[in-house]
């Protein structure tokens, strides 16, 4: 249930950085679109930073909880500290769910209408 709990709080915290970061850029984003840029081309952006954010928290989550082995050996119950198939699978899962998050408010910056967003400064 804390584990639910944990990857729900993350995906609300990633929708979050990542729809204010959107809500920031909006004037960037339709002058982009107004010079002609591909909606495609707009999603890539907003989806590229985001998972590069979620990438490296991944990176820098896996080296932490390798350095904290020896500390999380007393507290697991029947998963060996250095298990590779969990360390993978909730890597790919907390993956799936960053790019879930980052793809919402990606799709708002495509559908970004460039005239209105050239307008509200």
Do not use: K
Not at 7 to 17: N, R
Not at 33 to 45: E, F, T, V
Not at 60 to 87: E, K, P, S
């Amino acid at each position: 249930m804390f584990a639910g709990l944990a990857v729900l709080l993350s995906a609300i915290g990633i929708y979050g950085v990542i729809s204010y970061t959107v809500a920031q850029r909006t004037h960037e984003l339709g002058v982009r679109a107004a010079l002609g840029a591909p909606r495609g081309a707009l999603l890539g952006m907003v989806l590229r930073n985001g998972m590069t954010l979620a990438g490296l928290g991944l990176v820098l989550g896996l080296a932490g909880a390798m350095a904290l082995t020896r500390l999380l050996a007393t507290l697991l119950i029947g998963v060996g500290a250095r298990d590779q198939l969990t360390l993978s699978a909730s890597a790919a899962m907390l993956a799936a769910v960053a790019l879930l998050a980052c793809y919402v408010p990606a799709r708002r910056a495509a559908r970004l209408d460039p005239v209105a967003a050239l307008r509200d400064n």
